[in-house]
């Protein structure tokens, strides 16, 4: 994986071997949100890493987004493994720190929303001060992030 910066708070990951763009990143702080758009096939052990990584940055950068806005529409195959740290260590974590609200949009792809039904299933039952909702557009997901 390698990270690149645009300006202060727009970052792009992308595969060292591929050299293809998996995670576009903007932190907007005047906003509060942290807008993420994932693009194709992306394995488990590598979006945990991106997660990783980006919380280092914005520990680095003192930045603390309150919402978050996740763009799948060019995600694909299934993120499900990789519900279960979210839920039980990412979340938790972020939450301890203000973080309450994630706006999801849905991919073009059959598997990733699948497996984005199972993850508002487990936020729902394990996660009661995060909030999350998913949307067929970025739009509608900024509207209701800004309510």
């Known amino acids: 994986m390698n990270i690149t910066e645009s300006g202060l708070g727009n970052l792009c990951f992308t595969n060292v071997t591929t050299k293809k763009i998996f995670l576009n990143v903007v932190l907007d702080k005047e906003e509060q949100i942290l807008r993420m758009q994932w ?65 999801f949009v849905r991919s073009k792809d059959y598997f990733p929303n699948l497996a984005l039904i199972f993850f508002e299933e ?11 909702k998913i949307f067929n557009t970025a739009e509608d997901a900024e509207i209701w992030l800004k309510s």
């Not at 487990?122 to 999350?132: A, F, P, S, V, W």
């Open 39 to 103: 693009h194709g096939f992306v394995p488990t052990d590598v979006v945990i890493n991106a997660y990783i990584e980006l919380g280092r940055y914005m520990k680095i950068n003192q930045y603390v987004p309150l919402k978050g806005l996740v763009d799948l529409t060019y995600a694909e195959g299934s993120f499900e493994r990789h519900n279960d740290w979210m839920i039980k260590e990412y979340l938790p974590k972020a939450v301890e720190y203000g973080y309450y609200r994630t706006a």
């Open 122 to 132: 487990e936020n729902e039952k394990n996660l009661k001060e995060h909030e999350m």
